[in-house]
């Protein structure tokens, strides 16, 4: 650098790195098309310059924001781990993040939207269950040449615009955990049926039932919301049968803890008399006595992912984002709210 007071630039790193341009962006949005060595170099020049991208710059000569959007449904209970995860990748691409709560059922969804992402001039966005289950919104995205990626529940037509989250180790697990305690009159609690992850989920765990030749009779099942209250509906029906499963798999947290307090109420001792888990892994889930088995979303790293795979898009195009991987798999994790079946 000729001016020892001028802040660096993308082109002097470049050059003290013996590098283009476009390879030190990669470098800094850990695009994965960039080798060991050269991404050393690059860093180490960048450490040895004190380099920062500067955001307003970069928008000013790629037309760009770069502001990303995180548009999610309310309520959203892992909403804070996603952003979270989101800003981590962010801060160190020189992009910031820009938060848009919606409700799914709304007739304007659409049209609310595209209005946020043209008024906030987003580069891109990344979009929740169940908004992202909304084909009609990814192709308004489309046709407005905006970049997305979907956290979503089943796997579509462009991987690369995708993290999707493989339900079945997860469940099996579970379920095998049950079956282990001696469990067999398990009953379940789905969320709404509009919601592609609750099919996944009943799917899911019907198929891990039948692994152990166990069948989920009509009387075992019970339709959510994904909420408390529904839960507390679902298990006062279900625990107030003659025939009474031993043990309840909610299909998220919320509903589970609607579950505990009801038997609670009616002198169900959990684990003794009824074994529960959730899905979700919410922070919630230690916190309850006793703490409750669930299973847990790895939130961190779907949302590294998701961030990675839309910079790359947006930065490199779809090539690039074809680098990264598409699935991503929760973890089962039993606690004190599951124990062996009752006897008798």
């Not at 080798?35 to 004190?50: G, S």
């Not at 989920?216 to 006062?236: D, W």
């Not at 939130?299 to 699935?327: R, S, W, Y």
Request: aromatic share 6%; hydrophobic share 40%.
């Amino acid at each position: 650098m000729s001016d020892p007071g001028k802040q660096p630039t993308i082109n002097d790193v470049a050059d003290l790195a013996g590098t283009s341009k476009r390879t030190v962006s990669r470098v800094i949005n850990r695009s994965p098309k960039v080798n060991e060595a050269t991404r050393m170099r690059v860093l180490e020049v960048i450490e040895k310059l004190n380099y920062t991208p500067n955001r307003q710059a970069r928008g000013l000569a790629a037309s760009r924001s770069y502001l990303l959007g995180l548009i999610y449904d309310l309520p959203t209970l892992f909403i804070a781990d996603i952003q979270k995860g989101m800003l981590n990748v962010c801060e160190e691409a020189g992009y910031e993040v820009v938060v848009h709560a919606c409700h799914v059922e709304s007739d304007h969804l659409i049209e609310d939207v595209t209005r946020f992402v043209k008024r906030a001039h987003l580069d891109g966005v990344a979009i929740l269950p169940p908004v992202s289950d909304i084909e009609e919104l990814a192709d308004s995205l489309d046709k407005m040449d905006c970049r997305y990626v979907r956290f979503s529940s089943k796997l579509g037509g462009e991987p690369w615009k995708q993290v999707v989250t493989d339900y079945m180790p997860a469940i099996m697990d579970m379920t095998n955990h049950l079956v282990s305690l001696g469990h067999r009159d398990i009953a379940f609690i789905s969320g709404p049926e509009s919601h592609v992850s609750s099919r996944k989920r009943y799917e899911v765990f019907i198929q891990a039932l039948n692994n152990h030749g166990i069948e989920l009779p009509g009387n075992m099942m019970a339709t959510g919301a994904f909420t408390y209250e529904s839960g507390v509906t679902a298990a006062k029906k279900l625990l107030s049968q003659k025939s009474r499963p031993t043990a309840i798999f909610a299909a998220n947290d919320e509903m589970a803890f609607g579950v505990m307090n009801v038997a609670n109420q009616m002198g169900i001792r959990i684990p003794d008399d009824l074994s529960v888990v959730g899905f979700d892994g919410t922070p919630f889930s230690t916190f309850v006595i006793p703490s409750l088995s669930t299973i847990i979303r790895q939130t961190d790293e779907m949302a590294n992912l998701g961030t990675k795979k839309l910079l790359a898009l947006i930065e490199e195009g779809p090539d690039a984002a074809h680098g990264f991987e598409t699935m991503v798999s929760p973890r089962f994790v039993p606690r004190e709210s599951t124990g062996p079946a009752p006897s008798g």
